[in-house]
T-cell receptor
């Protein structure tokens, strides 16, 4: 079942922060975050596994709240290169198959 | 991260012809490969799961006779769109999965059927 992402879109100025949420109606084994630029394939950012954890990659970090069946992606001190569409992918069957949210389009302006 | 390649990157074909798309994991052995399609400004939709040496598992609503998947080795999977029609025009993306559950996507293939 497709997870729900919010917001649909966000516009930031360089240096500002943003949070993208991903929630599921099912218990999750893992949550995967990707960023896709226009006309390109999604690029893997990070994976969060069951057990509840936080991860970070430079100034992009994420948390996974197992009980609430949701994950959040944090963009800190955003850079122009952060622009793109962010997708969360969720695995609710532990079979490595991912269901993707509708995406959140992030636009970072100078 | 792991690298996955796809070929071709773009293909334009006439209605009724078949098109083969290759997906290769270049620096790792992908135990599982996945095929997705993506419409403009939409999310990725899983079409099928491919395991080396076995038949692909198709998602509900995906015609297995139309989208033929072959997983010849741990580094190569192919998707053949048979008797393509304009409604098959889309962005097709494959991904290779590591044992750690991470999926790495290929650059995608844009198919246009005239």
């Amino acid at each position: 079942q497709q997870p729900v992402q919010s917001p649909q879109a966000v516009i930031l100025r360089e240096g500002e922060d943003a949070v993208i949420n991903c929630s599921s109606s099912k218990a999750l084994y893992s949550v995967h975050w990707y960023r896709q630029k226009h006309g390109e394939a999604p690029v893997f950012l990070m994976i969060l596994l069951k057990g509840g954890e936080q991860k970070g990659h430079e100034k992009i970090s994420a948390s996974f709240n197992e009980k609430k069946q949701q994950s959040s992606l944090y963009l800190t001190a955003s850079q122009l290169s952060y622009s793109g569409t962010y997708f969360c992918g969720t695995d609710d069957s532990n079979d490595y198959k991912l269901s993707f949210g509708a995406g959140t389009t992030v636009t970072v302006r100078a | 991260g792991a690298v996955v390649s796809q070929h071709p990157s773009r293909v334009i074909c006439k209605s009724g012809t078949s098109v083969k798309i290759e997906c290769r994991s270049l620096d790792f052995q992908a135990t599982t490969m996945f095929w997705y399609r993506q419409f403009p400004k939409k999310s990725l939709m899983l079409m099928a799961t491919s395991n080396e040496g076995s038949k692909a598992t198709y998602e509900q609503g995906v015609e297995k006779d139309k989208f033929l998947i072959n997983h010849a080795s741990l580094t190569l999977s192919t998707l053949t769109v048979t008797s393509a029609h304009p409604e098959d025009s889309s962005f097709y993306i494959c991904s290779g999965s590591l044992l750690t559950n991470e999926q790495f996507f290929g650059p995608g293939t844009r198919l246009t059927v005239l």
